[in-house]
């Protein structure tokens, strides 16, 4: 071949490659990109990649919350009582062995509440397992079980030990009174709605103990 003819050809082959690079690039640029941005850079203003941005996909701890958020907004949880539930009736009730599991509203019902409800705490944390959606007035204390006004999202891990464990061990103490010791269910209602830690303190100790316990009454 030809000097010259042997210039074009290499050239024609070099404008051919480049243009099929072209081509490439433009098949897959983001179709919401304009300047064809990849799609990794486009995904990082998304909500859920927001998220992933500030909290690890893979840790092995709840969130620390602060102390503030040991305690339910009174204004949206200010709490909500079981009317099948009184004083005279305790015995065929809240003392009988299983009756919060059998009251207990469908996880379906409380975990789209607890999403909805994390929003309206205003919460940071937005990971549900961190999260229990607590019955301010336990089951089983003759707390409503489906009310809005009875559940919030109550942090597992909050500075100073103050979570949902904790919390837990408050409503089974509070429930061995009012069955086996003659604490009125009206004494221990007001003590959940009004300051748990207060009502720790007293009816259990000073220092909480936020361990998960086998409990299934709150």
Same mark, same amino acid.
């Given at each position: 071949?030809?000097?010259?003819?042997?210039? !074009?050809? !290499?050239?024609?082959?070099?404008? $051919?490659?480049?243009?099929?690079?072209? %081509?490439?690039?433009?098949?897959?640029? *983001?179709?919401?990109? +304009?300047?064809?941005?990849?799609? %990794?850079?486009?995904?990082?203003?998304?909500? *859920?990649? &927001?998220?992933?941005?500030?909290?690890?996909?893979?840790?092995?701890?709840?969130? /620390?919350?602060?102390?503030?958020?040991?305690? +339910?907004?009174?204004?949206? =949880? +200010? $709490?909500?009582?079981?009317?099948? !539930? %009184?004083?005279?009736?305790?015995?065929?009730?809240?003392?009988?062995?299983?009756?919060?599991?059998?009251?207990?509203?469908?996880?379906?019902? =409380?975990?789209?509440?607890?999403?909805?409800?994390?929003?309206?705490?205003?919460?940071?944390?937005?990971?549900?397992?961190? &999260?229990?959606?607590?019955?301010?007035?336990?089951?089983?204390?003759?707390?409503?079980? =489906?009310?809005?006004?009875?559940?919030?999202?109550?942090?597992? /891990?909050? %500075? $100073?030990?103050?979570? *949902?464990?904790?919390?837990?061990?408050?409503?089974?103490?509070?429930?061995?009174?009012?069955?086996?010791?003659?604490?009125?269910?009206?004494?221990? /209602?007001?003590?959940?709605?009004?300051?748990?830690?207060?009502?720790?303190?007293? &009816? !259990?100790?000073?220092? +909480?103990?936020?361990?998960?316990?086998?409990?299934?009454?709150?």
């Amino acid at each position: 071949m030809k000097p010259m003819k042997l210039t !074009v050809a !290499v050239t024609a082959l070099l404008g $051919g490659l480049s243009l099929l690079g072209c %081509t490439h690039r433009e098949a897959n640029a *983001s179709p919401r990109s +304009p300047n064809g941005a990849n799609q %990794t850079t486009s995904n990082f203003w998304s909500h *859920s990649a &927001y998220w992933r941005s500030r909290y690890n996909s893979h840790r092995h701890h709840d969130a /620390q919350h602060p102390l503030r958020d040991a305690l +339910p907004n009174p204004r949206l =949880t +200010p $709490g909500a009582l079981n009317p099948a !539930v %009184t004083q005279a009736d305790i015995h065929q009730t809240i003392c009988v062995r299983g009756y919060s599991r059998a009251i207990r509203p469908p996880e379906n019902y =409380t975990e789209r509440l607890k999403r909805l409800q994390i929003h309206e705490y205003g919460y940071r944390d937005r990971w549900l397992r961190d &999260y229990e959606e607590d019955h301010e007035v336990a089951l089983s204390l003759g707390g409503s079980p =489906t009310s809005p006004r009875n559940l919030w999202p109550q942090p597992h /891990q909050v %500075t $100073g030990g103050w979570g *949902s464990y904790a919390k837990d061990r408050l409503e089974a103490r509070l429930h061995w009174l009012v069955c086996h010791r003659g604490l009125p269910l009206t004494t221990a /209602q007001r003590a959940l709605a009004s300051d748990w830690i207060a009502a720790y303190q007293r &009816y !259990v100790g000073p220092v +909480p103990h936020n361990r998960r316990l086998r409990w299934n009454g709150g």
